[in-house]
Nanobody
Framework: QVQLVESGGGLVQAGGSLRLSCVAS????????MGWFRQAPGQERDFVAA????????YYADSVKGRFTISRDNVKNTLYLQMNSLKPEDTAVYYC?????????????WGQGTQVTVSS
């Protein structure tokens, strides 16, 4: 089992940037595909981005493509999400997840989440 701890959330104005981090412990980080998801109040948890085991392949939701960048450092056991040109609709709790594959249903280990609030 892998444990995941997110950080880096906060309050930012529209157009601003934030970088989220997710530190993994407990098992070999590089053996997991990793992803970011988000959940806004009253809504379901949505996929944001995913990255393959070695970082060579990345995938994004259409709503964040071109603005967000997912990356990972397998030496530091850390996953990142660089968020630029933030919009109020990006406001949500952001969760990192570890999975056996890159399909949404493959992600089975979750962090506690970090709040991102974008003001207009």
């Amino acid at each position: 089992q892998v444990q995941l701890v997110e950080s880096g959330g906060g309050l930012v104005q529209a157009g601003g940037s934030l970088r989220l981090s997710c530190v993994a412990s407990g098992r070999t980080f590089s053996s997991y595909a990793m992803g970011w998801f988000r959940q806004a109040p009253g809504q379901e948890r949505d996929f944001v981005a995913a990255i393959s085991w070695g970082g060579g392949s990345t995938y994004y939701a259409d709503s964040v493509k071109g603005r967000f960048t997912i990356s990972r450092d397998n030496v530091k056991n850390t996953l990142y999400l660089q968020m630029n040109s933030l919009k109020p609709e990006d406001t949500a709790v952001y969760y990192c997840a570890a999975g056996s594959g890159l399909g949404i249903s493959d992600f089975g280990s979750w962090g506690q989440g970090t709040q991102v609030t974008v003001s207009s």
